[in-house]
């Protein structure tokens, strides 16, 4: 497998409106696991998104786009609430097969809609925080410009997208780690496309522009920030 080159066109099983719905559905539960695992989230809440929350000394409001099966969202408002923080929680996400798994996770501080970037900001909704998991990797170019642009024109504070960082050891573990979870669901071929699929820390800098700070993160991930106001 070359993964020196970034590999723009290659699908997601997930992305297709008529991909098996057990098999997705079942994808979308078991993205907490692979989320525990692998996306670095708990270095991020303790980093960025905890200090931030803490600094705003009031409520506050995040918003997770493009949510999945909620497990993320819900997860950092078990880790706020422990650190005594007061943040309502609103995952958003375009796909309503996602929003149904997700809905299950519905707590009274953690809600889900379906909607995208674009008609929540028409709509003129406003969040301290916004952030995305794995969702900027299944974006074309425009929509990815799009899509930063539109979570920057939505946060009064910061916007923080998290990502994988493609490399060949990062591919090699995933197809050997994802082996006890992949039966039934679509994670190791999607997994393995996304990698593929995914940026080194200079190509998502140059995809994104100003004025986006794009860092390596944990093993395997970019972290692309923003600041309301630039
Ligand atoms: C790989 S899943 C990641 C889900 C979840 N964030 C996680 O980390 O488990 C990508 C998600 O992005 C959503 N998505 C795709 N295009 C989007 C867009 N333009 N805006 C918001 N979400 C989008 C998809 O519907 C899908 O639920």
């Not at 590999?7 to 559905?25: G, S, Y």
């Not at 074309?140 to 410009?145: A, D, E, F, N």
């Not at 999607?190 to 699929?197: E, T, W």
Request: glycine share 8%; charged share 25%.
């Amino acid at each position: 497998m070359n993964l020196s080159v970034r590999d723009a066109e290659v699908a997601e099983l997930m992305d297709d409106p008529d991909c098996d719905p057990k098999r997705l559905e079942a994808t979308l539960r078991r993205f907490d696991t692979v989320n525990r695992l692998w996306s670095g989230w708990g270095s991020v809440y303790r980093s960025r998104l905890r200090p931030y929350l803490a600094s705003l000394r009031r409520p506050a409001r995040v918003l997770d786009l493009g949510s999945g099966g909620g497990d993320l969202l819900v997860r950092l408002a078990h880790m706020a609430a422990r650190d005594g923080l007061d943040v309502e929680w609103l995952g958003a996400d375009p796909d309503q097969r996602a929003v149904a798994v997700a809905e299950e996770r519905t707590t009274p501080r953690v809600s889900f809609r379906c909607t995208d970037a674009a008609a929540l900001h028409s709509a003129g909704a406003r969040f301290d925080v916004v952030l995305s998991n794995h969702v900027m990797h299944h974006l074309s170019g425009p929509q990815l410009r799009e899509f930063a642009g539109d979570t920057l024109a939505l946060s009064d504070g910061i916007v923080l997208h998290s990502d994988i960082r493609r490399s060949r050891l990062a591919y090699a573990l995933y197809a050997i780690g994802i082996t006890p979870l992949a039966p039934g669901t679509f994670l190791r071929t999607d997994g393995l496309r996304s990698i593929r699929r995914s940026y080194l820390v200079d190509e998502l800098a140059g995809a994104l522009g100003d004025p986006w700070q794009v860092e390596s993160a944990s093993p395997f991930r970019v972290l692309a920030v923003g600041r309301a106001g630039g």
